[in-house]
């Protein structure tokens, strides 16, 4: 058994989703391998197994469910995927969604690669190169906690399909700054993130 028992995950994620025992044991060993690499470079400034819970499963499950309740999803891009937050949990959750990580740092793509074959997830493959070269669109990207955020936005609508729809999971003082910034996109109403951290996640859908 993992650093975290499955049953004290299953409690801190309540506020977030609700998750079957498989997928409880899947987080536990996520854990146990992101402590491990973590320890020789920096995937995530969290340490504590329990906020990393709440923080970056919780969160991540959260958004993609809304994502996924809104409008079918056959393809995803994690953009900036870093330790594999949002795209992982999401690829956990939507065993039919294929989702790319993009991430260009190679120490960061190379624990992503480890992480999926530990996992066993099929559905995903990692992108270990820069945004800019990627050849292909989706039906949903995501976004989260990323540097640059105004670029890395525009990076997120050029990825999207028309129709398609970005999600962001951003601070709350970031919400106006993103409407303002993109007018190709119609934005739904942001939803506050469970648990109080001041992240709202930012819905919308590319017009055009």
């Not at 996109?185 to 109080?196: R, Y």
Request: charge should be neutral.
């Amino acid at each position: 058994m993992g650093c975290v028992e499955t049953a004290a995950i299953a409690h801190l994620l309540q506020p977030f989703i609700e998750l079957d025992e498989m997928r409880l044991r899947a987080i536990s060993t996520y854990i146990d391998l992101l402590l491990k690499w973590n320890s020789r470079i920096n995937l995530t400034a969290i340490r504590d197994p329990s906020e990393i819970v709440q923080r970056h499963f919780g969160e991540s499950l959260f958004a993609a469910k809304c994502a996924l309740e809104q409008k079918s999803v056959d393809t995803a891009i994690d953009l900036g995927s870093g330790a594999g937050f949002p795209g992982v949990p999401l690829a956990m959750l939507a065993p039919d969604v294929q989702v790319t990580l993009i991430e260009s740092q190679q120490k960061k793509a190379t624990f992503l690669k480890e992480l999926v074959y530990a996992l066993g997830l099929k559905n995903i493959k990692v992108f270990g190169d820069r945004a800019e070269s990627y050849p292909a669109i989706a039906d949903l990207v995501m976004l989260r906690a990323v540097e640059r955020f105004e670029q890395a936005l525009q990076m997120a609508i050029r990825l999207t399909r028309t129709g398609g729809r970005i999600a962001l999971m951003i601070g709350s003082g970031q919400v106006e700054p993103a409407r303002r910034l993109v007018s190709v996109v119609n934005w739904s109403d942001p939803v506050q993130m469970p648990c109080g951290h001041s992240r709202e996640l930012l819905i919308g859908t590319k017009a055009s």
